[in-house]
């Protein structure tokens, strides 16, 4: 039988099932269904480029079980297309004791969902890996890597054209029925499908909401603002230099991020973005703003945590503020070096309760199925995410 399956979304998950299902059902037809006119231009271009080892993640959570499978499948696609595939590391810092208790239950939350390699370091164990960073104690995660994300999914989007699907750039999603088929729209133009495949990132909660999937959670987007070590302070990071996570705030903070050309970001921030495609801060959508005040875990949210919400509007404006908190880790860098380098947006899930969604999610419609939440690990995460959404959508067929 052929079955025609739309993927709303070209960004390296849509990619990664088109190339899945071409894979297991090389009879169907497939079809990427993507705004822009290239792929992944989104949060797939604007992330850190950090292959996740499977650290901090609930075990037993699809993020636990995807994200050490997604490295196993990524590291062999990467090698087999000839992709920077770097096991630069990673450092997990604990700066004081209170940290360093956090810091053990993290490594044997690691132990558990058996991240690779691990090694507990004190101080001066430590500098051996990064001898410019300060810390009591550490994590060492050898197989942490970093490759392009970009160029993942621009080898991806060939890979499956190449394979017979069909990749319609240009064409963003305005409306989805149901009825004998599932057909999708653009304007007046319309596609027939048997299985529609949601994966639309930024906007997965409106192209969800028009099957009726209910606008629980709703995306609120946050801009991850970095700072770039100048070239010739480079050599100050070798890899990657993260902080222990404080359970008591929203997101992770300033930490080191060594990108495939060599450079070194520290970053990033995150600020509530004014725009789902908020990349500079004068960028503001009006319309992206009702939707965000409006939305009632929004303000259950802010209520949580709007003192590290201010907090982080400080260091997007401060840039010695910023650079201070990373100072904390690599005591050598100072404001004179870094520059502005570019900004991702990160599409947060937060339910009507006011919860950051944390996990994985994916609901499923008939022949309908959205990745309602996908945040980091996705990228890592996104051959494994495809395997998964794969057996949802071919399991009676």
């Not at 009879?27 to 650290?55: D, F, M, P, R, Y």
Request: charged fraction near 25%; proline fraction near 5%; glycine fraction near 10%.
């Amino acid at each position: 039988m052929t079955d025609r399956v739309g993927i709303v979304g070209g960004g390296i998950i849509g990619l990664a099932v088109a190339r899945e299902l071409l894979r297991v059902r090389p009879t169907w037809t497939v079809t990427i269904l993507e705004k822009e006119l290239e792929a992944g231009q989104h949060q797939t271009g604007h992330n850190s480029g950090v292959v996740h080892a499977g650290l901090y993640y609930t075990p037993g959570s699809l993020k636990a079980t995807l994200c050490r499978r997604g490295v196993g499948l990524l590291k062999t696609y990467c090698a087999e297309h000839d992709l920077i595939y770097d096991e630069c590391g990673k450092l997990v810092v604990a700066l004081n004791s209170d940290e360093a208790v956090r810091l053990r239950a993290i490594y044997e939350l690691a132990t558990v969902n058996q991240a690779p390699g691990l090694r507990l370091l004190e101080r001066d164990a430590l500098r051996e890996i990064e001898p410019h960073a300060e810390g009591l104690l550490a994590i060492h995660s050898p197989t942490t890597a970093i490759v392009d994300y970009g160029a993942v999914a621009r080898t991806m989007a060939k890979e499956v054209a190449d394979a017979g699907a069909v990749v319609r750039y240009g064409f963003p999603v305005t409306s989805i029925s149901e009825g004998v088929n599932v057909v999708v729209r653009s304007g007046q133009e319309q596609v027939r499908f048997d299985h529609v495949i949601i994966c639309a990132g930024l906007y997965t909660d409106r192209v969800a909401k028009l099957v009726g999937d209910g606008d629980d959670p709703r995306i609120v987007p946050f801009r991850g603002e970095y700072y770039r070590l100048v070239p010739e302070r480079a050599h100050l990071v070798r890899g990657l230099i993260y902080p222990v996570p404080d359970p008591s705030l929203p997101f992770l903070g300033v930490h080191f991020t060594r990108r495939v050309g060599g450079a070194v970001d520290l970053g990033p921030n995150a600020v509530l973005a004014l725009a789902r495609e908020g990349y500079r801060r004068r960028d503001v959508n009006l319309a992206d703003v009702v939707e965000i005040v409006t939305w009632p875990g929004f303000w259950k949210m802010a209520r949580t945590y709007w003192r590290s919400g201010c907090s982080e509007i400080v260091g997007s404006i401060s840039k010695e503020l910023f650079v201070r908190r990373a100072r904390a880790y690599v005591p050598d860098v100072t404001a004179r070096d870094v520059v502005p380098a570019p900004a991702g947006v990160r599409a947060q899930a937060i339910s009507r309760a006011g919860a950051l969604v944390d996990d994985f999610v994916l609901t499923r419609r008939g022949p309908i199925v959205a990745v309602r939440n996908a945040p980091s690990p996705a990228a890592t995460s996104s051959l494994a995410i495809a395997e998964h959404i794969c057996r949802y959508v071919t399991a009676d067929r």
